[in-house]
């Protein structure tokens, strides 16, 4: 690659400034580039600057795939930037100047210390200590040498039970113990350290465990005053005996000003702020003078009492100091603002409004310390407190579950209705579509990822500052390479950039774009928020009562099912809509940590569509699967998510300790897992591996994924009857299939989560002539007409259902194959398969008032989140595949 690439801020206009840096993925046209030191970024004028960059992932030959790059923070962004690669030695080394190791200069590079004991990373603005033990995330947080912060912690509560009644539960307080810290990178641009740990107990002779192992990764950019703070935590308590009644992270804060000098910031609703002094000055019957109370307001240092109005500075100890502020978003629909003068005294209210930017900081004239949380009132109940501001040593602590909400209650929604045997199990699903199974609906194992962002000031800064720190917080700008720059590199399969040069694709367009907006609007409508919720939408809708089925077996939280994360990305990828990549991200966070689990004897499965995400007895990859995580990774350079990968890279022996067809298999007399003989379904069970060794191969060169994945690969297209075969006998320890099984078995469900988007992407990745052989037989039969299937099989597919979604598969054989008949029955089939998403009045909304709902909402025909997935992702297809032959 010679010629420079456009990255653009996907919010349109630069931000003002990046206090913490910017990380972005980006990928390369295969055999372009050779390695990511040979990487350089310049801004929109051309103008060299500081660059990090990584890889991610490489193609088959060695090239660079994707790449991590970094840029610094800065006070003036470039409009644009380019990435252009030229062969040369590091960039970054070549563009950073030499440490001096003076704090506060503008330097270009991130400083890295490391003892037996500690971390130490400067990033030329601002300082952090972190301990390689013990309870302290990090011992200190300086602002150009002054500490602003000191011994943050992770702090939880544990209730013991939910009364009923007049009854009463006792509470424990748990406070984080870190176990492990890696330097996982070390600048010169970026610096990430990931911290490990539990909680344990903080009085002995309690509980006497440790629960709620963590994660923590702080990240530094070279220049930055800020510090992000990923934090993700699994949830290992018992659900019947266990209830969270308050999870989040405390600092200390230093403060030495006097009372009046001392100054908090708690953002509310639109951009507004509470800006208070702990000792206030305002609205005194006496006035100490303007140029006092102007300073006071601005955060400035007041003059010296002894120029004050005497009537004020005579009586400065008659004003009450407040010491302690509280907000609490118990809600997406409010949150409460009040203050007290210390404990023991009642509290005052202040204010009440909608929706907090979940921000607030703590100050006086020599700094403080500021600290937003990301997806703040939409990841509810959360909570902001202060405590102790008319001390030397406040609090803040950022509770991610508010310790005022009712404690979290994990337990199964019903007793089982009887449900002992699998006949009754299935009865159950013909009736609500709920798969039951005793103790399956455990919520043990399962993750919550929150992002925070912690802000180091020198000074208490100006209330118009603080609100554009709240909104990078909880809004954090982002760079992304452009849709027609990662469609014209060859990632991702079949799709391209959107394009309304015909009538025809203008009206395909446009119902796209109704069926996302209609989701957006489905989301604030039904307030689709809480914190294990937020990023789910609902499966199907309920006419009668104008609800969608949230109390209805497998009808309620989608929990990734037909694949709307999948929908969602190709949506973003060619459009680069930051509205649709926030929804996509928002969705990967939950299903990629809430829906799967992350510890326990279903480590590494998802489960399916349920009244509660964890509920539903069908613990299976085609949930947790790699092919919808995998956008984000490569987009974003984001860890976390890298981490849930690497978590799967073993997921083929889950087949050994659970069987995914367990209840309807029809050898289930016979069939017994076994290491040589598991039985693996060809649609998502091998879609879902695929995609996880396929990630893994491209992310580490791990050869036991790489053989694994060209091994079945192999496999499948020697099977008599390829992917129709439908289940191949699967030898754990060998990695392959055995290639004698001469069955005919067609499931509507096996191409729909994920295998069709990862199998064009195989295609055209590996040379494996047989596997290509055998996925266009699959795709050219599918919808095939009877007399078709009977002449190349010997008989009719049965269980041909979702025509509409598996058009695609018609659209793929009628590109490869170059047939325009294929093409046109691929179009009918897509307008055939969904007429109700075809019909004009299936893009219109219908408003429903009260009294027949507690809102006003919109409802619209489309209202089944399988059909509205799928119809997205055959025509995204469809449109890249044969979209010339659209009428």
Not at 519 to 537: A, I, K, L, P
Request: proline share 5%; hydrophobic share 40%; net charge negative.
């Amino acid at each position: 690659m010679t010629d420079s690439t456009l990255i653009r801020w996907i919010d349109g206009d630069a931000p003002a400034e990046t206090s913490g840096g910017t990380t972005w993925g980006m990928p390369f046209a295969r055999g372009t580039v050779a390695g990511a030191g040979s990487l350089a970024v310049a801004d929109a004028n051309g103008t060299p600057v500081p660059s990090q960059a990584w890889p991610l992932a490489t193609w088959p030959d060695g090239s660079l795939k994707w790449a991590g790059i970094a840029i610094p923070a800065t006070d003036a962004p470039s409009s644009s930037y380019q990435v252009a690669s030229d062969g040369a030695a590091s960039p970054q080394a070549a563009s950073l100047p030499p440490s001096d190791g003076t704090a506060g200069q503008g330097r270009t590079r991130v400083s890295v210390t490391e003892t037996a004991d500690a971390i130490t990373v400067d990033t030329g603005a601002l300082q952090m200590a972190i301990n390689r033990s013990g309870s302290r995330l990090f011992s200190s947080l300086s602002r150009d040498g002054r500490p602003v912060a000191r011994d943050a912690r992770l702090v939880s509560l544990l209730q013991d039970g939910i009364p009923e009644g007049a009854g009463t539960a006792a509470r424990e307080s748990f406070t984080g113990e870190v176990t492990a810290v890696v330097l996982e990178q070390g600048g010169p641009v970026r610096a990430v350290v990931r911290l490990e740990g539990s909680h344990r107990p903080d009085v002995r002779g309690g509980s006497g465990r440790n629960w709620l192992p963590f994660v923590i990764r702080f990240y530094f950019y070279a220049n930055a005053r800020s510090v992000r703070m990923v934090h993700s935590f699994i949830w290992d308590g018992d659900a019947n005996r266990d209830f969270l009644a308050g999870l989040g992270v405390r600092f200390t804060v230093p403060l030495e000003a006097g009372l009046h000098d001392r100054h908090i910031r708690i953002a509310g609703a639109d951009g507004g702020f509470l800006t208070e002094a702990v000792r206030g000055l305002t609205g005194l019957r006496r006035d100490p003078g303007d140029d006092v109370r102007d300073a006071q307001i601005a955060g400035r240092p007041t003059p010296p009492p002894a120029t004050w109005n005497p009537e004020v500075s005579e009586r400065l100890h008659l004003i009450p100091a407040w010491s302690d502020y509280t907000l609490s978003q118990l809600s997406a629909d409010g949150f409460e603002l009040r203050k007290r003068t210390a404990a023991g005294h009642g509290w005052v209210g202040i204010s009440s409004g909608t929706r907090s930017a979940g921000f607030c900081s703590l100050s006086d004239t020599r700094g403080g310390l500021g600290v937003g949380i990301k997806d703040f009132w939409q990841s509810h109940p959360g909570q902001l407190d202060i405590r102790g501001a008319a001390t030397g040593e406040a609090s803040l602590t950022a509770w991610l579950y508010s310790p005022q909400a009712q404690p979290m209650d994990l337990r199964f929604y019903h007793d089982g209705l009887g449900q002992d045997t699998f006949e009754e199990q299935l009865e159950g699903l013909e009736i609500t579509y709920e798969d039951y199974e005793p103790g399956f609906g455990n919520p043990t194992g399962i993750a919550r990822t929150h992002e925070l962002t912690l802000f180091a000031y020198d000074a208490t800064p100006s209330t118009e500052s603080l609100a554009a720190d709240a909104a990078a917080a909880s809004t954090p700008a982002l760079l992304q390479a452009t849709p027609g720059y990662l469609h014209s590199v060859g990632v991702f399969g079949d799709w391209d950039p959107v394009d309304r040069s015909t009538p025809a694709r203008a009206r395909l367009e446009d119902r796209l774009d109704f069926l996302f907006d209609f989701y957006t609007g489905q989301v604030e409508q039904r307030r689709w928020y809480g914190f294990w919720n937020y990023g789910d939408v609902m499966h199907t809708y309920d006419f009668d009562r104008h609800v969608w089925r949230y109390d209805v077996g497998g009808y309620a939280w989608d929990n990734s099912e037909l694949s709307p994360d999948l929908w969602l990305w190709y949506s973003y990828l060619r459009s680069g809509r930051a509205d649709i990549f926030r929804f996509a991200e928002a969705m990967t966070r939950h299903t990629g940590e809430v829906d799967v689990y992350h510890l326990g004897p279903w480590k590494g499965l998802g489960s399916r569509h349920n009244v509660q995400h964890w509920g539903c007895s069908a613990k299976q990859l085609r949930i947790s699967t790699p092919a919808y995580r995998r956008f984000y990774y490569y987009l974003t350079a984001d860890e976390r998510t890298g981490d849930l990968l690497t978590e799967l890279v073993d997921s083929d022996q889950n087949f050994l300790g659970l069987d995914p067809v367990r209840k309807v298999r029809p050898d289930a007399d016979t069939y017994r897992p076994n290491r040589g003989a598991l039985g693996v379904g060809l649609g998502t069970d091998w879609g879902s591996l695929a995609a996880t060794w396929l990630t893994d191969w491209e992310r580490t060169g791990n050869p036991r994924s790489r053989d694994r994945l060209l091994g079945t690969m192999a496999d499948i297209g020697a099977l008599k009857y390829g992917f129709l075969t439908g289940e191949a006998l699967y030898d754990l320890d060998k990695g392959r299939f055995d290639t004698g099984r001469e069955l005919l078995q067609v499931s509507h469900l096996s191409a729909v989560f994920g295998l069709v988007e990862i199998c064009s992407e195989l295609v055209d990745l590996v040379p494996d002539p047989d596997f290509e052989r055998a996925w266009l037989q699959y795709c050219r039969l599918f919808l095939a007409t009877k007399e078709e299937q009977v002449e190349a099989v010997g008989e009719p597919l049965a269980g041909i259902y979702l025509t509409q979604a598996h058009s695609r598969l018609t659209a793929y054989a009628a590109a490869r194959l170059d047939d325009a008949d294929l093409a046109a029955r691929a179009w009918e089939s897509f307008a055939e398969g969904g007429e109700h998403l075809n019909h004009e009045s299936a893009f219109t909304l219908r408003r429903i008032e009260p009294p027949h709902v507690l809102l006003p909402v919109d409802e619209a025909p489309t209202v089944s989140t399988n059909d509205t997935a799928q119809f997205g992702l055959a025509a995204i297809q469809n449109l890249a595949l044969i979209g010339k032959h659209l009428r």
